[in-house]
Every structure is written in C-alpha cells, then in structure tokens.
C-alpha cells in the first residue's frame, strides 16, 4: 500500500513560483521513483517530472524544462517540484504518483494522490 499527499498549490501571478511537495508513504521493503503529473480541464493527464527513489536521477518534460526542477529529501520520502517562471498554461491540478520504476505513461501508474490545483493568472 502506497499513500501520496500534495501540498503547495494555488494561485500565482504569470512569472511567479511556487514549490509543490508530495509526501510518500511506501512499504519500507520496497522502493518507488516518484513523478509529477498535470491535468488540465478538458485535456489528458500530463507527464511533468520523476524523480528516482534514491534523489539520484530527474527526468523533466520538454514543456517545463529549465523552469521546473524536481528533487527528493530520501528520510523524509518526501518530492519537491519547485516551479519557476510559470505561465498561465502551467494552470492544471497536479498529481503526485508512484511507480517502481518510472514512466512518462500515466496509465502505468497505480498510486496516485488527490491532486493539488495550481492556477497562474496573466
């Protein structure tokens, strides 16, 4: 059983920040990389970073690269996505999954939190 809760969103000005976290909580035999998703209304579920179980390797979209960072703190199972320069089309509820061994593919994925809403206004 895996257990994923976001915190972080809400509402920003066009170029501004935000840090979202997502608090993992996984069976302590088993580890998981944990990733970013996006939805947007009426769009499909996005791909936007991963991070590995150990912080040691990142992948990022092509979409957000350069603005948006991800990490991981390993005792607390804890992934950051730090969100800078943001655009109002960055504007979705974001997700936070888990998965053994990552994927860009949303539907590979299991273990999802409820999702966080992140809104930029122009």
């Known amino acids: 059983q895996v257990q994923l809760e976001e915190s972080g969103g809400g509402l920003v000005q066009a170029g501004g920040s935000l840090r979202l976290s997502c608090a993992a909580s996984?069976?302590?035999?088993?580890?998981?990389?944990l990733s970013w998703f996006r939805q947007a209304p009426g769009k499909e579920r996005e791909f936007v970073a991963a991070?590995?179980?150990?912080?040691?390797?990142?992948w990022v979209a092509d979409s957000v690269r350069g603005r948006f960072t991800i990490s991981r703190d390993t005792a607390l199972d804890t992934a950051y996505l730090q969100m800078n320069s943001l655009k109002p089309e960055d504007t979705a509820v974001y997700y936070c999954?888990?998965?053994?061994?990552?994927?860009?593919?949303?539907?590979?994925?299991?273990?999802w939190g409820r999702g966080t809403q992140v809104t930029v206004s122009s």
């Open positions: 999954a888990a998965l053994r061994y990552f994927s860009r593919n949303a539907a590979a994925y299991k273990w």
């Open positions: 996984t069976p302590t035999y088993e580890t998981y990389d």
């Open positions: 991070v590995a179980w150990d912080g040691e390797s990142q």
